[in-house]
């Protein structure tokens, strides 16, 4: 069975840093990935990493947002520096994208979701 477990979210000043994890087991993917999702709006990406370290970001998180892997222990990172109010949403990790890696349709095994706030 595979479960991701998502911790590190709360609720922040803009300016502020946050760091998320997420834990994964029963399963090891090439590309571990974050996204995040307002309420009423559709899920989207945030930063992936592959296996062996290569990253990508969104715009718009690009030089605040940092993804990392420890990949001994199955888990990833991300790094959140100088938050914005525009940065608040659940935050999802996921695993194993069959195609577009920024697609969430791509991806088959989720986490639970970490809220981030990030007040003004």
């Known amino acids: 069975q595979v479960q991701l477990v998502e911790s590190g979210g709360g609720l922040v000043q803009a300016g502020d840093s946050l760091r998320l994890s997420c834990a994964a087991s029963?399963?090891?993917?090439?590309?571990m990935a974050w996204f995040r999702q307002v309420p009423g709006k559709e899920r989207n990406f945030v930063a992936s990493?592959?296996?062996?370290?290569?990253?990508y970001d969104a715009d718009s998180v690009k030089d605040r947002f940092t993804i990392s892997r420890d990949n001994t222990k199955n888990t990833v990172f991300l790094q959140m520096n100088s938050l914005k109010p525009e940065d608040t949403a659940v935050y999802y990790c996921?695993?194993?994208?069959?195609?577009?890696?920024?697609?969430?349709?791509?991806?088959?095994?989720w986490g639970q979701g970490t809220q981030v706030t990030v007040s003004s």
């Open positions: 996921a695993l194993e994208p069959s195609g577009n890696y920024r697609d969430p349709e791509a991806y088959t095994y």
């Open positions: 029963g399963r090891t993917s090439a590309v």
């Open positions: 990493i592959t296996w062996s370290g290569i990253t």
